[in-house]
C-alpha cells in the first residue's frame, strides 16, 4: 500500500506562480532548511487523518507519531487495516486477509517525514504552488527511484513548530500507486508510549516472522 496524504488534491492543480519559479536558490534552500526544522521539532505528535487512494477511495482514521521513525495510523472502525512503524520498519497488517507486509522505513516515501537526521536540502525540492502560505517540498532518492516519491505540503503557520504545520502529503510509489494524506486537528508534543506501536500479529502460528 502506498502511503500519501490526502494532501489537498486541490493544491496540486494550483497554478504555478512563473515568476516565483525562479526563487533564488538560497530562497529555496532555506524553506528545505525550515521543512528540517520542523522534522527535528515534532518529537511527537496526534491527528486526524483522511486517506485518498488514487481511485478516490477516502478512509479516515488516527495517526499518531514519534520520532524518530514511529507512526501508525489507526483507521476508522471496521477498516480491518494497520500501518505501524516502530523505528526501523514499515508494517502493513490486514486483519481480513490475515496477511502482514514488512519493509525497512527508509525504503518507503514517508522515510523523508520519519528521519530527522536527513537532509532535505540533498534529496528535496520546493515546488512552486502559487500561495505564498503554502510550502510544497518534493522529496526522493535519485539514486534510489523504487523508493518512491513523497510531495509534502505545510501551511506556514507562526505559532506552529518551526513555523509550519503539515496539511498533507501524496505520496507516489514505484509502481505509480498514488496516495494522498490530509491532516486535521493536530497536537504536538503530546505523551506517546512506545507500546502505541506494537501491534497484534494475525498471521497462524508458525508462519509469523
Known amino acids: 500500500m502506498a502511503l500519501a496524504a490526502t494532501a489537498p488534491l486541490a493544491l496540486a492543480a494550483l497554478p504555478v506562480d512563473r515568476a516565483a519559479a525562479q526563487q533564488a536558490p538560497n ?22 487523518f483522511t486517506q485518498t487512494d488514487r481511485n478516490g477511495q477516502s ?11 514511529k507512526i501508525r495510523f489507526q483507521y476508522q472502525k471496521g477498516v480491518p487495516l494497520l500501518i505501524v512503524g516502530d523505528g526501523k520498519a514499515l508494517t502493513v497488517i490486514d486483519y481480513e486477509v490475515r496477511q502482514v507486509q514488512r519493509w525497512p522505513i527508509g525504503n518507503s516515501p514517508l522515510g523523508a517525514l520519519l528521519d530527522p537526521t536527513r537532509d532535505l536540502s540533498k534529496y528535496g525540492k520546493v515546488i512552486q504552488t502559487g500561495d505564498p502560505s503554502v510550502l510544497s517540498v518534493e522529496a526522493r532518492d535519485p539514486k534510489r527511484p523504487e523508493f518512491g516519491t513523497i510531495t509534502m ?14 496539511y498533507g502529503w501524496v505520496a507516489l510509489d514505484s509502481q505509480n500507486n498514488r496516495t494522498s494524506v490530509r491532516l486535521a486537528n493536530p497536537q504536538y508534543g503530546v505523551p506517546v508510549p512506545d507500546s502505541a506501536f506494537k501491534w497484534t500479529d494475525p498471521r497462524p502460528k508458525g508462519r509469523a516472522g
Open 27 to 48: 530562497a529555496q534552500q532555506a524553506d528545505l532548511q525550515k521543512v528540517n526544522a520542523y522534522i527535528r521539532a515534532v518529537t511527537s505528535m496526534t491527528a486526524d
Open 59 to 69: 478512509l479516515t482514521g488516527k495517526l499518531t507519531l514519534k520520532q524518530p521513525g
Open 153 to 166: 505540503i505545510f501551511q506556514r503557520k507562526a505559532s506552529a513548530p518551526a513555523g509550519l504545520e503539515l
